[in-house]
């Protein structure tokens, strides 16, 4: 990670540096030159912009807008809709690059910078490390940048619209299904009832109604609560909880439970196989996926390869497999037949296909799945050394590797964007984990000169 782009694209504080409006020009500026360098046999360069529903959205947009027309980019606003809108746009279009302004799960304070290819692929390291260069090259590499303002083009979310209805959901009839969607007062406000219902749902839609500051505010993936009382009190068949920039997708079942992206790809895998759907019988989970997730496919004949957390490593991992099925708990899903971004909406489809050909209830679905008790406990760090070599810690950790003899899974990584090192416990003894979490968790404190946070 270098100064701008972190784990996820660009996101801070909007108004600030690098969200600050001469700053984002200069991304627009960088990103339009990078772009052009790459694909220099692509003709016209353009980029696609769109953006959740954070107040901030606006004028970051036109900033971006002003820097990239500077390069000589033509631009192009699809106003407010979700990140995987704008990669499948992206790739439609066949624009240079598609733009994404969200901070996604964050407070509408925060927003960010998501780049996507023209394949509908996030951005390699190394164009964002090419982009970063430029940016902070001084102010004498760029040209002046002028406001000629930007108009919203409808008829591109009505074409991301089609896309998920007529393709992704041909076929499916929601007759009958009543369900309830938490839209997150985000970027799935509109397009997700939209959705639901022209397939034939009864769709009850809460928290759809964005000021430009409720955006994730106690309510979506994060905060399901109000969803999962709602489900129950509406007799519900499920309900869907979204994020802010609608790329994840938690589920509700109808006894008000709460499902995440394990028992998902749990569903899913199972279905994709009796279809013959499951390539190779494998799919692409991450380090942080249950240990009971592993032990109910492994039953059932279906590999689980586990990546670095991240969608991206996910996807990396699905391409060099040729996988077909992968994803992480948060509820980010990767079907790269059908995207290479993972899309809470295409989640939602697939999910509810599996739902109304089986007959059988969502909770009866995920009753396969048995969950392992799982600890995760976070530790401050004033500087993250490689774990292994520190000597204490990597002891500690393999004689606890011994002491579970195979029936537990001790996990410890550094958060990727924060001055924290994780530990995460798994095993059939809630009381044993959360000891021995916090244990490794003292130790790691010690060592690394900062408290536990719990």
């Given at each position: 990670m270098g100064e701008l782009f972190g784990t996820d694209g660009i996101r801070a504080v909007a108004g600030r540096y690098p969200l600050d409006a001469a700053t984002i020009e200069r991304?627009?500026?960088?990103?339009?030159?990078?772009?052009?360098?790459?694909?220099?046999?692509?003709?016209?360069?353009?980029?696609?912009?769109?953006?959740?529903?954070?107040?901030?959205?606006?004028?970051?947009?036109?900033?971006?807008?002003?820097?990239?027309?500077?390069?000589?980019?033509?631009v192009k606003s699809a106003g407010v809709i979700t990140t995987p809108g704008v990669a499948y746009l992206a790739r439609w279009l066949g624009a240079s690059a598609g733009v994404v302004i969200s901070a996604s799960h964050n407070p509408y304070t925060d927003n960010g910078i998501k780049v996507f290819s023209p394949s509908g692929r996030k951005l390699n390291d190394a164009l964002e490390s090419a982009i970063e260069r430029r940016v902070t090259a001084g102010a004498a590499a760029f040209p002046p940048?002028?406001?000629?303002?930007?108009?919203?083009?409808?008829?591109?979310?009505?074409?991301?619209?089609?896309?998920?209805?007529?393709?992704?959901?041909?076929?499916?009839?929601?007759?009958?299904?009543?369900?309830v969607i938490d839209c997150a007062e985000g970027a799935a406000y509109e397009v997700a009832p939209r959705l639901f219902s022209a397939l034939g749902a009864e769709v009850v839609a809460i928290h759809a109604a964005p000021d430009g500051r409720n955006i994730n505010l106690d309510c979506g993936s994060l905060h399901p609560e109000d969803l999962q009382a709602r489900v129950v009190a509406e007799g519900a068949a499920l309900g869907l909880a979204f994020d802010g920039d609608a790329d994840r997708l938690l589920l509700v079942d109808e006894t008000g439970r709460l499902l995440d992206g394990d028992y998902e790809l749990f569903i899913l895998a199972e279905s994709f196989k009796a279809r013959g759907r499951l390539a190779g019988n494998r799919i692409v989970a991450t380090v942080m996926s249950n240990l009971g997730l592993e032990a109910a496919l492994d039953s059932r004949g279906i590999?689980?390869?586990?990546?670095?957390?991240?969608?991206?490593?996910?996807?990396?991992?699905?391409?060099?497999?040729?996988?077909s099925l992968g994803g992480e708990q948060s509820g980010h899903i990767i079907f790269p037949e059908i995207s290479l971004a993972g899309d809470g909406l295409i989640t939602a489809l697939e999910?509810?296909?599996?739902?109304?050909?089986?007959?059988?209830?969502?909770?009866?679905?995920?009753?396969?799945?048995?969950?392992?008790?799982?600890?995760?406990?976070?530790?401050?760090?004033?500087?993250?050394?490689?774990?292994?070599?520190?000597?204490?810690?990597?002891?500690?950790?393999?004689?606890?590797?011994?002491?579970?003899?195979?029936?537990?899974?001790?996990?410890?990584?550094?958060s990727g964007t924060e001055n924290l090192a994780r530990v995460m416990l798994e095993g059939p003894d809630q009381a044993f984990i959360e000891r021995r979490a916090h244990d490794i968790a003292d130790l790691i404190a010690r060592e690394l000169g900062a408290q536990e946070e719990r």
């Open positions: 991304i627009g500026y960088a990103l339009g030159c990078e772009m052009k360098a790459a694909n220099a046999s692509a003709g016209e360069l353009s980029i696609l912009i769109g953006r959740d529903t954070r107040e901030s959205g606006v004028w970051i947009e036109r900033a971006l807008a002003r820097g990239a027309r500077a390069s000589g980019a033509s940048f002028i406001d000629e303002g930007l108009d919203c083009d409808d008829s591109l979310k009505e074409r991301y619209l089609e896309f998920l209805r007529d393709e992704v959901g041909a076929g499916l009839d929601l007759g009958g299904l009543k369900m590999s689980m390869a586990r990546a670095s957390v991240g969608d991206k490593y996910v996807l990396e991992e699905l391409l060099r497999v040729g996988g999910l509810l296909r599996v739902l109304a050909s089986s007959g059988s209830p969502l909770s009866a679905l995920a009753s396969g799945f048995t969950r392992y008790p799982q600890v995760l406990v976070n530790v401050r760090v004033a500087r993250k050394p490689p774990i292994e070599t520190v000597t204490s810690i990597r002891d500690a950790m393999l004689a606890l590797d011994r002491e579970m003899e195979g029936r537990g899974r001790l996990l410890v990584r550094y």
